[in-house]
């Protein structure tokens, strides 16, 4: 997307330079990685970047009002609902999609939203990677290359970053929780959490209840659990039905939560018929749509509120589909306006690239509000952004936006 970067990038390409970046990128981890990394880093104009700082502060602006959180927690389900939510959350993710704007200038439109974690620590290490390997490349300045926003550097960062999951708590006494977590495709993630802030990724099976306690069993000790870095998705745990957990969802535990599990269901999809901004694609839940458009496939995507990685989503839904959902689940679902990503990323192929750019916040236990910290995106050239859709594709996956430092 920056012209003069991107054309040095692709003059200088080789097979051996992205094989040179993923391996070190391996052993920056210590874990491969479950899914597909893309052979470029984005570059960042100046100006795309301001959009997507405006517009992602925009929307966690609208978030944060009292009223506008009031309405959504009408989204939790009672069967999960954690006690001691807090104001906001302690982790946010705004995800845009790349467009061409009515100008010809390219610029964000929002997709979906997560009050949920992200891949904060690999995408520090990814950074790392592709900041060394964009040394090797001419024509590029000769610098650090930046992945951070809000004038953040990596040790500013990482000092965020701490002070969101750990606090002032012993590394040792907060867990990152997930379902069998060496299985999990973000198990690279969990491992360069480990190398950045000493935090062990955790089953919730092998933790023991005491009371309102919980502890973790380490090296034979009994090590009690102060915060607990969530990465539970509850679609996963729903659909395991056999699971058996030490503890209740709506157990008060004496533990803190990052972020409080209610924020799954809050800042989700649900949040995007209740925003007004011109980066949001108009949104309408199904149980309030009223007529069926006549240009349903054309013009609409049909969306479940909570799910992950693209799950459900109908591209080109008909009158069938939605008849289809029945009404006591229609609230769960909503019709979003279709976003006709630009392909602005030249491949050395001379193919274009999707762009979509996750802008991440964190917000420490003392600050009022989140600070947006860094980003994460991924490149598609099939007709959705997972993975499904890109299986014979290059130059898609995993990827980071870049300027120099």
């Known amino acids: 997307m ?8 692709n003059a200088a390409f080789t097979d051996e330079l992205a094989s040179a970046y993923e391996q070190d990128l391996v052993r920056r981890t210590h874990c491969k990685p479950s899914f ?13 970047a301001t959009a997507l700082t405006e517009g992602a502060h925009a929307i966690m602006s609208q978030l944060s009002k009292p009223e506008a959180v009031l309405r959504m927690k009408r989204a939790i389900p009672e069967r999960w609902n954690v006690p001691g939510m807090d ?3 302690s982790l946010a993710q705004v995800d845009f999609a790349v467009v061409k704007g009515a100008d010809g200038r390219l610029v964000p439109r929002l997709i979906e939203l997560q009050g949920f974690p992200s891949l904060s620590a690999f995408e520090v290490m990814q950074s790392d990677a592709w900041s060394e390997a964009l040394e090797r490349v001419s024509g590029l300045p000769k610098t650090r290359w930046c992945p951070y926003f809000s004038g953040l550097t990596r040790e500013t960062f990482l000092d965020l970053f701490r002070r969101t999951i750990v606090g002032d708590s012993d590394p040792e006494e907060v867990v990152l929780l997930d379902l069998v ?27 023991v209840k005491e009371g309102k306690r919980l502890f973790r069993v380490r090296d034979g000790r009994r090590v009690p659990v102060r915060r607990i870095y969530n990465r539970i998705v509850f679609d996963e745990l729903i659909k395991e039905k056999g699971v058996a957990l030490p503890f209740d969802f ?19 999809k649900y949040s995007l018929p209740l925003l007004a901004h011109e980066t949001v694609p108009k949104s309408t839940y199904l149980n309030e749509l009223g007529a069926v458009p006549k240009d349903l496939t054309e013009r609409y995507v049909l969306k479940p509120l909570f799910s992950f990685a693209g799950g459900g989503v109908n591209v080109d839904p008909r009158p069938e589909d939605l008849a289809r959902i029945p009404e006591s689940e229609r609230g769960s679902w909503c019709l979003q306006e279709k976003i006709a990503y630009d392909p602005c990323l030249l491949a050395v192929d001379g193919g274009g690239v999707k762009v979509e750019v996750r802008m991440m916040f964190f917000r420490p236990d003392a600050d009022s509000a989140p600070t947006l910290g860094l980003n994460l995106c991924r490149l598609s050239r099939g007709k959705m952004l997972g993975v499904d859709f890109n299986k014979d594709f290059t130059w898609v996956g995993s990827s980071v936006a870049l300027r120099p430092a």
């Open 250 to 268: 709506r157990d008060d535990l004496d533990v803190r939560w990052v972020p409080h599990p209610n924020w799954f269901w809050t800042w989700s």
């Open 36 to 48: 597909r990394l893309a052979e470029t880093p984005v570059f960042l104009t100046g100006d795309l």
């Open 87 to 89: 104001a906001l959350p």
């Open 181 to 207: 977590p060496e299985e999990q495709k973000t198990a690279i993630d969990f491992s360069a959490t480990r190398a950045l802030l000493g935090v062990d990724a955790v089953d919730p099976r092998s933790l």
């Open 2 to 9: 920056h012209p003069q970067f991107r054309a040095a990038f």
